[in-house]
């Protein structure tokens, strides 16, 4: 399985972006895609998960929504209200079977 994220950027406080990660199979065949996040020095840390229903940090409920397009084995991230401290490489995940596998990161800066 592979995965390319992309849609990163720089943005200021209050702004929005959109991350993507396409998958290298069908949305279908895994059991969770989503993604995580790590700033600079601290540890990796969920952000949103989408199987059947979604699920969320509390540190981005009700700002960031994860979707996905089955037709294009993508997931979506949309970040919206971003705040400084959202910023962070992230990452997105697909679980399929026992198996975790990542892409590559993209970076998210939020800053004025």
């Known amino acids: 399985v592979q995965l390319q994220a992309s849609g990163g950027g720089l943005v200021q406080p209050g702004g929005s972006l959109k991350l993507s990660c396409a998958a290298s199979v069908s949305l279908f065949s895994i059991n969770a895609m989503g993604w995580y996040r790590q700033a600079l020095g601290k540890q990796r840390e969920f952000v949103a998960q989408i199987t059947g229903s979604t699920n969320y940090a509390d540190s981005v409920k009700g700002r960031f929504t994860i979707s996905r397009d089955n037709g294009k084995n993508t997931v979506y991230l949309q970040l919206n209200a971003l705040k400084p401290e959202d910023t962070a490489v992230y990452y997105c995940?697909?679980?399929?079977?026992?198996?975790?596998?990542w892409g590559q990161g993209t970076q998210v800066t939020v800053s004025s």
């Open positions: 995940y697909v679980r399929k079977g026992p198996d975790n596998y």
